[in-house]
């Protein structure tokens, strides 16, 4: 299995600062033949199920606001949120889909200081 | 809006079956990929398995020899079946359907089940 590690687990941000995620896979998840990283990441509020905020490691989501972007390549990956708002607290994960399982990290929950 | 509608029973007993059906009724149900995704109380996400178009499957190894997944295309629903259960099963259920440009990524989620095994 690939092995998703993210850090931090936690972080507490000033609203309207920026938020980094750092993703870190076992192996690479680039597929050389078509060129693409084979990463994804994913918010989920409390109560709610996860929403996918960006494929292909910085490709966004239908309806998801510029403030998140991804970026990276092969192994390591980020996530930025450029101007935290209040309804960008949430846990945030990362998932490798190149190989079954299609593992994610463990999350890293983001809090307003 | 894509919405999935899943159902199946929450409260079980230890070494039962699990059993769960996602309700997909976009009107194209036959180009996507299929994933039940669980996380437990407080915990993280689990990848479980998918089914594609075809009715290929891909399970989690850790769950392989006790997790079933299957398609009905004509009722657009796909079901997931756990067998064995212990406590260790406790946890959020969700169903999840692929990206059209991603397949393997889920796009569109269902609302989530509580499953608690408790005798």
């Known amino acids: 299995d690939i092995v998703m590690t993210q850090s931090p687990d936690s972080l507490a941000v000033s609203l309207g600062e920026r938020a980094t995620i750092n993703c870190k896979s076992s192996?690479?998840?680039?597929?050389?033949?078509?060129?693409?990283?084979?990463l994804a990441w994913y918010r989920q509020k409390p109560g709610q199920p996860p929403n996918l905020l960006i494929y292909?490691?910085?490709t966004r989501a239908s309806g998801v606001p510029d403030r998140f972007s991804g970026s990276g390549s092969g192994t390591d990956f980020t996530l930025t949120v450029s101007s935290l708002q209040a309804e960008d607290v949430a846990v945030y994960y990362c998932?490798?889909?190149?190989?079954?399982?299609?593992?994610f990290g463990q999350g890293t929950k983001v809090e307003i200081k | 809006q894509v919405q999935l509608q899943q159902w199946g029973a929450g409260l079980l007993k230890p070494s039962e079956t699990l059993s769960l059906t996602c309700g997909d009724y976009?009107?194209?149900?036959?180009?996507?990929?299929w994933t039940w995704i669980r996380q437990p109380p407080g915990k993280g996400l689990e990848w479980i398995g998918e089914?594609?178009?075809?009715?290929?499957?891909n399970y989690n190894p850790s769950l392989k020899s006790r997790v079933t997944i299957s398609v009905d295309t004509s009722k657009s629903q796909f079901s997931l079946k756990l067998r064995s259960l212990t406590a260790a099963d406790t946890a959020v259920y969700y169903c999840?359907?692929?990206?059209?440009?991603?397949?393997?990524?889920?796009?569109?989620w269902g609302q989530g089940t509580l499953v608690t095994v408790s005798s």
């Open positions: 999840g359907r692929g990206h059209a440009g991603a397949w393997e990524v889920v796009a569109y």
């Open positions: 976009d009107g194209s149900f036959n180009n996507y990929f």
């Open positions: 089914i594609n178009n075809t009715g290929g499957t």
């Open positions: 192996q690479s998840v680039f597929h050389s033949p078509n060129n693409k990283n084979y």
């Open positions: 292909w490691a910085s």
């Open positions: 998932q490798q889909y190149l190989i079954s399982p299609r593992t």
